[in-house]
């Protein structure tokens, strides 16, 4: 710890609390509780002799107070449940602090993964014996996972284990990035934050704490995924402003306040009140989870009302943690709190047990009233066209041969599907016309993107980007304009019919190209695949056209995205999922299925699926702003979250690309030799590997030579199109759903 009198590195922020914080009765009894379970478990003051290294004292112990913490964060639990999840807390911090002891700060990375690697034994999902412990952490994990399973159902173990085995297994990211003095870009902290920092752990074990549990058929949907992921940026981010003091005399660069000072040059404290707007982002985006998503849930899912109060019993919880944990945060030892009272929201400046409810915070953050300016964007503003950046793009791609007849075939095949015709049911009304499609020419991206294809398997690129290119069209056109949410579901639920499992007994009868063009690719792609094989591809589909409703919802209410919110639905909404599942049917042969679940692999799909989204917006900016009404770009979401101009949105909109190309270039030079290690690779797997590895790269060139060749986003043919009378004005562009979609298609 600092000294008392040294001067805090910034000042607390003005903390977003929309809901109070309540203290359990429970508290002294958890904490005589806590402490003797800690020292039976040689956690605190282990005997000299034991061979186990202090890391904690009981004066340390006592002046951290986790079963403050808990009783903060779980007030209306009984008292042997306060106990059980207090002594999970003592666990988990005791397990941060003995990792950075005995491995961050020695910067035993070997150690480290064969101390991780064996942690999962001690938590046997069927309740099997585990093994022996050899220290504190593994003794409290056997005696805690005994104490809370097994009143649990198997899904929600299974859940509870891979939250458990990620918050361990991912510390070596922590250690890597530390010796190699790496500060990691935001758009990969925050997503690895969640996995080191506990938070979605902590989420599953609320629902231990409130006695339910999330109906397993809903805990993966798009709104419960939400919640925690919410739930666990908003705890993470307060944790890094109070923890920023702390970490950083420890040697940590894993906190979002040096992230961003480093990644914006910013000073300390704009970085720190830029952390907090993000904390607060994420809160609004909880809330407008709960009010605007839940109860279509509820309704689409048929969930009783036993099961619907189950969830909102869970959301009352992750309410409750949030407010406890910060009260807890403005006390404890452990954290940079000694100007709380000037910063942290209390304009009373009163302080102690149970007057978290006399703070009267007056500023606009701690009301909540950033949140009007998402919903206060003026669709249809002349932008003008935008000055492009220099954009930093280390691979090179060149255009296949087969281009001019991949042109004609897929034009042909789209007149065939009824693309190029008037629209269905809309005489004299055109989704597309044939100037449309020729400006468009998404065979070239085909081309740029798929290099060395054949004629065929080229034809069968372009077809698909043909067809996520109009459908992507198509929808808004019919269901955004009108705001037909109930229109749209209908319509994307319907889409299912025509990916049946064996192609050939299709018997659903398509009622508009975008279901006829379904039919037709589907049969011509799927029917090779195994049936593990053409689940998933399925399922990445419907997740790609199932992120357009989530559009059409913040159209409806007019409502700029949450920046991370958007982030992470833009790979759906641009088909990343559906082509990462279409890589790996391509290259499935020889590597094994679960290096693609690994955190280098996930990183490298995701810095490669952001930056060709953002390179889409960064183009496309003056089309859907100015001329489409459109909410969803990265620039303007970087516009109203920073409160800069359009130039200066792009700039940082860059400034992401570049990171996350780098990040990229990091994981192929430095983590994929050390997996391909660890999963004992051949050398024809490795060669698989690598020319997934190259076909990402030319993909991520093709997307950007194409943004740079093509007419579709220049001012001259946005006007011609606004007045030419021939179309209807869609949202979004090529490239959207489809860019991604051709380049990695398994060879027919």
């Keep these: 710890m600092a000294k008392a009198h040294a001067k805090q590195p910034f000042k607390l922020p003005d903390f977003y609390v929309p809901w109070p914080a309540r203290l359990n009765p429970h508290l002294e009894g958890a904490r005589t509780h806590s402490k003797a379970w800690a020292r039976q478990m040689g956690i605190i003051d282990p005997p000299k002799d034991s061979g186990i290294p202090l890391i904690w004292s009981e004066a340390k112990f006592d002046a951290m107070d986790y079963a403050l913490l808990c009783a903060y964060t779980h007030p209306e639990a009984p008292g042997p449940e306060l106990d059980l999840i207090t002594d999970w807390y003592v666990w988990v911090f005791y397990f941060d602090d003995h990792f950075l002891e005995l491995y961050k700060k020695t910067r035993d990375r070997v150690g480290a993964k064969k101390y991780l690697d064996g942690l999962p034994a001690f938590m046997p999902v069927d309740l099997s014996p585990p093994p022996e412990p050899q220290n504190p952490v593994e003794r409290g994990l056997i005696d805690l996972w005994a104490r809370t399973v097994p009143t649990k159902s198997l899904e929600w173990r299974k859940r509870f284990f891979e939250s458990t085995k990620a918050l361990l297994e991912e510390s070596t990211w922590e250690l890597s990035n530390i010796s190699e003095h790496r500060v990691s870009n935001p758009i990969e902290y925050i997503e690895m934050r969640r996995k080191v920092g506990g938070a979605p752990w902590s989420a599953d074990l609320v629902e231990h704490a409130v006695f339910v549990e999330v109906p397993d058929r809903v805990a993966a949907s798009r709104p419960m995924r939400v919640l925690k992921d919410t739930f666990s940026d908003a705890v993470h981010l307060r944790n890094d402003l109070f923890s920023y003091e702390r970490e950083l005399e420890e040697g940590e660069l894993a906190n979002c306040v040096l992230v961003l000072e480093k990644f914006l040059g910013v000073p300390t404290q704009r970085a720190a009140d830029l952390t907090n707007e993000i904390l607060t982002s994420r809160l609004h985006q909880f809330e407008n989870t709960v009010l605007t998503e839940l109860p279509m849930l509820f309704a689409e899912f048929g969930l009783n009302p036993v099961e619907q109060a189950q969830v909102l019993t869970y959301v009352r919880g992750l309410q409750d943690w949030q407010s406890g944990g910060h009260e807890w945060h403005m006390r404890s030892s452990r954290y940079m709190n000694r100007e709380a009272g000037a910063g942290g929201g209390s304009a009373l400046g009163l302080s102690g047990l149970g007057l978290s409810g006399a703070r009267i915070p007056w500023s606009a953050g701690a009301l909540g009233l950033q949140r009007i300016k998402s919903y206060t964007h003026v669709p249809y503003q002349p932008v003008g066209p935008s000055v492009l950046p220099k954009f930093y793009m280390p691979y090179t791609t060149r255009v296949n041969s087969h281009l001019d007849s991949a042109r004609k075939n897929s034009k042909e095949w789209a007149r065939r599907m009824g693309m190029l015709e008037t629209l269905p049911g809309h005489p004299g009304v055109f989704i597309w016309d044939d100037h449309k499609f020729d400006v468009a020419d998404v065979a070239l991206c085909g081309a740029l993107i798929h290099p060395a294809a054949n004629g065929p398997q080229l034809d069968l690129s372009a077809c698909w980007l043909v067809w996520g290119t109009y459908a992507d069209d198509y929808f808004p056109a019919l269901y955004g304009n009108t705001r037909d949410m109930a229109g749209a579901k209908v319509f994307n639920a319907r889409l299912a019919q025509f990916m049946p499992d064996d192609p050939k007994a299709m018997t659903a009868v398509p009622l508009n190209p975008v279901e006829l063009g379904l039919a037709d690719l589907w049969a011509r792609t799927a029917g090779p695949l195994s049936e593990f094989a053409r689940r998933g591809f399925r399922k990445a589909i419907m997740d790609m056209t199932e992120s357009w409703l989530w559009e059409l919802s913040n159209q409806i209410q007019n409502r700029v995205p949450d920046p991370?919110?958007?982030?992470?639905?833009?790979?759906?909404?641009?088909?990343?999922?559906?082509?990462?599942?279409?890589?790996?049917?391509?290259?499935?042969?020889?590597?094994?299925?679960?290096?693609?679940?690994?955190?280098?692999?996930?990183?490298?799909?995701?810095?490669?699926?952001?930056?060709?989204?953002?390179?889409?917006?960064?183009?496309?900016?003056?089309?859907e702003i100015e001329f489409e009404g459109e909410v969803h770009n990265m620039v303007l979401v970087v516009q109203r979250f920073l409160g800069v101009d359009k130039a200066q949105a792009a700039g940082v909109v860059n400034e992401l690309m570049t990171a996350r190309m780098r990040q990229f270039e990091h994981i192929v030079k430095t983590e994929l030799p050390a997996l391909a290690e660890d999963f004992k690779l051949d050398s024809h797997t490795q060669e698989r590997l690598h020319a997934y590895v190259e076909k990402l790269q030319q993909w991520m060139a093709g997307v950007l030579r194409w943004h740079q060749t093509v007419d579709r986003y220049k001012e001259f043919e946005l006007i011609n199109s606004r007045y030419a009378g021939r179309t209807f004005s869609t949202p979004r562009g090529l490239g959207t759903s489809a860019a991604r979609l051709a380049s990695l298609l398994p060879r027919p």
């Design 564 to 623: 991370v919110d958007y982030v992470e639905m833009r790979r759906k909404t641009f088909g990343s999922d559906l082509t990462m599942s279409l890589a790996r049917l391509a290259q499935d042969v020889g590597i094994p299925p679960a290096l693609f679940r690994t955190r280098p692999m996930q990183g490298l799909e995701n810095s490669a699926a952001d930056y060709a989204c953002f390179t889409n917006d960064v183009f496309s900016y003056q089309k």
